[in-house]
């Protein structure tokens, strides 16, 4: 209860331990992946699993358990890196290749050092930018109430059919059924794409309603579409204690927050 109402005042308010969600998306295990450097900058990381297969060019680049270096005269740095990367591809360690030439940048200043595959950024661990826009639906306070979020093609190289910013929920981040009609609320809705099962991260918190006996219904978007009565089958780890552990397993940190930063409207101000 105590970290629903929390949720009501500004983020910023909040430590970070008061947010499981956040703490979440924060994770890593810093000890899967190596610093990779060029030239003396660092410009990402190199899982350990890859070390063995980057001894195979001793000529450019230094490997220890430490790191690995890319050593090559700045004008020879982008022909060097796309013959590294068209073999790592032949060797099946970089995947979902694009033929798009993006920008190797050092974190630090932001300077380009290069270019290379843009599908090679993950193997390197190197910095990407991109720009993603949710939509949201706020009540007459301006609170949100709604939260719509993009599903990326099923033909999409890199994780296709997944959600582009989409962070996991898990049972702490929800008020319990019991909160709910405390507050007047006496059955829940699901708005979703397909009038069937939840996402699994969401079916963890729904089931739990459903077992405390919360009503709940499902219903699309489109236009007429009436609720329909919701029974959420278990999903897998059930009330397991490791279940946020794994779940956690994957997510990558946005540079902007775990929950990004809201864009302006325009103003209708000439000045």
């Not at 970070?16 to 990381?45: E, I, K, M, T, Y």
């Not at 190289?157 to 959600?163: E, S, V």
């Not at 990558?252 to 000045?271: D, I, K, L, Y």
Request: avoid cysteine; charge should be positive; hydrophobic fraction near 45%.
């Amino acid at each position: 209860m105590a970290q629903w109402r929390r949720a009501q005042g500004r983020l910023s308010d909040a430590p970070l331990s008061d947010w499981p969600a956040l703490r979440a998306a924060n994770a890593r295990d810093a000890s899967a992946r190596v610093p990779f450097a060029v030239n003396g900058l660092q410009v990402g990381s190199v899982a350990r699993a890859h070390l063995q297969a980057l001894r195979a060019w001793p000529q450019w680049l230094r490997v220890d358990e430490a790191g690995v270096e890319l050593h090559v005269d700045v004008r020879q740095l982008s022909p060097v890196l796309a013959q590294l990367n068209g073999t790592l591809q032949a060797m099946g360690m970089i995947r979902a290749w694009r033929d798009e030439a993006f920008a190797l940048f050092d974190p630090a200043s932001g300077v380009r050092l290069a270019t290379l595959e843009r599908a090679a950024a993950r193997f390197w661990g190197t910095l990407t930018l991109g720009a993603h826009a949710n939509g949201y639906v706020t009540d007459a306070g301006g609170r949100p109430t709604h939260l719509w979020i993009a599903q990326r093609s099923a033909t999409k190289a890199t994780d296709p059919g997944l959600f582009d910013n989409r962070w996991l929920v898990f049972p702490q981040d929800f008020p319990s059924a019991n909160f709910l009609r405390s507050h007047a609320m006496d059955s829940a809705l699901l708005v979703q794409a397909q009038p069937d099962q939840p996402q699994s991260d969401l079916a963890h918190v729904l089931l739990r309603w459903q077992q405390a006996g919360l009503p709940l219904r499902v219903v699309t978007p489109a236009p007429g579409a009436a609720p329909q009565p919701l029974s959420v089958r278990r999903p897998r780890l059930f009330r397991w204690m490791w279940h946020r552990a794994l779940a956690s397993l994957g997510l990558r940190r946005n540079s902007a927050g775990g929950f990004g930063a809201v864009v302006p409207m325009p103003s209708s101000s000439s000045g």
